[in-house]
C-alpha cells in the first residue's frame, strides 16, 4: 500500500543540503525501438524503481523520527491477549490524550506480520460485522478503525533494532525552551530547530539513531489543557553527537520550569525537566519490523523544481514533470550517440522526506521482551 498521501509542500524552511536526489538510467539501441511498447516499459520500469525509493525514504524517516511509541511486551494475536484493535486503539488514545492537531486525518501502517494477526480482528470491527472486499485484496482493512481515519499495511517499514545501551541516565539537570532564534558570533540571527535538543547523559554506548526512550517520571501533557497524562513522555534519538551527548527529538519543555514565560510555557509537552541522574529507559529492547502511524500533515515530501533550461543541459534533451498529487519534481533526460545509433535515458527525482511535526509521529513495537 502506497504511503504517497501524505502532505507535500516545496516552500518550507529546510536545509536542501541534506536533499535526496535519485534518478535511474538506461540506454537503448535502435533496433529496440522497433517496438515502441519496449521504450514506454523501461520508462514504467524506472518509475516504479524510483516510486519504491521514495516510498522507503518515508518509510524510514517516520520510523527514525517518530517519537510516540506504543510498545508492549506481547506480540500481537489472540494467544497472547494482546489484539489488533487494541494495539491500534492505543496509539489513537495517545495522539487523542495529547491533543495534537489531527485536522488533516490520521492513519496507521501495518507491516506484513502484524498486518496478518491483527488483520482478521481489525474487520470484525465493523458494527454490521462485514467484511470488506478490499481487506485482503489490496491491504485496506477497513476506513475508521480504531479511530484511525485509514489502516492500511506497507512492505517498506523497515526494522527497529534492539538498543544495546543500558544503566544511562542524564547528567546534570537539563532544561529546554522554545527559541525563535539564536545569535552567531558576529551577531547574526540564525534559525533553531524546535523539534530537537541536545541532552548530556552518562554515556551513548549502545545508542543510535532511531532508538526509542522515555526518562523516569517524565510525563506528556495534553497540548491545550496542559493536563499531566499517566502515559511517560517518549522520545527518539535522531543522532548520537559523542560519548556524552544524544540528540532528541520533540525537545522536552517542563510546564513546571518557572524561568518559561508564559508565551513559552504554551510550548510545554512535558511535566517536569530532566534532572540530574535520571534514568534513561530504553523501550526498543527487541528487534521488530516497525509500525508506523501519524496525522496526516506531520511528514512531508519536499521538492522543488530542477533547473533544465540551465546551460549546463544545453547538450540534451530534457523535460521537467511534477507527479500529480505528490508534488515530487523531476526531469527526463535523453541524449542520442550517433556512434552506436542508441539512445540513451535518464530520469531524476528531486526530493526529501521531512518529518515537520515529529510529535504527531509514532512506531508501533509489540513483543519488547529482552
Known sequence: MSLFHIRHTGRQFYDWSRRASDNDFFELRADDLRDERSYRRRIQASAKKLANNIESAIAKQATEMGSLVVHDTRAIGPSTGLS????????????????????????????????????????????????????????????????FDEILRSPKLPAVTKSTATGVTVSGAQKFKPQAYT?????????????????????????????????????????????????????????????????????????????????EKAYANVNTSLADNTPVNVLNVATTTANVFWADDSIRLLSQPIPVTHELFAGMKTSSFSIPGIGVNGIFATQGDINTLSGKCRIAVWYSACAVRPEAIGVGLPNQTA
Open 84 to 147: 489488533g484493535w487494541d494495539f491500534v486503539s492505543d496509539a489513537e488514545r495517545l495522539m487523542f490524550s495529547r491533543e495534537l492537531n489531527r485536522d488533516m486525518g490520521i492513519s496507521y501502517f501495518l507491516n506484513p506480520d502484524d498486518y496478518r494477526k491483527a488483520g482478521r480482528n481489525l474487520v470484525d470491527g465493523d458494527i454490521f460485522g462485514r467484511v470488506p472486499e478490499e481487506a485482503y485484496r489490496n491491504g485496506t482493512i477497513q476506513r475508521q478503525i480504531a479511530g
Open 183 to 263: 545569535l552567531d558570533t558576529d551577531g547574526n540571527k540564525e534559525n533553531v530547530d524546535n523539534r530537537v535538543a541536545t541532552v548530556t547523559v552518562s554515556s551513548t554506548t549502545g545508542f543510535k539513531r532511531g532508538d526509542k526512550i522515555s526518562f523516569t517520571g517524565v510525563k506528556f501533557l495534553s497540548q491545550m489543557a496542559k493536563n499531566v497524562l499517566t502515559d511517560d513522555a517518549t522520545f527518539s534519538i535522531t543522532r548520537v553527537i559523542d560519548s556524552t551527548h544524544i540528540e532528541i527529538t520533540p525537545k522536552p519543555i517542563a510546564l513546571d520550569d518557572a524561568s518559561l514565560t508564559k508565551e
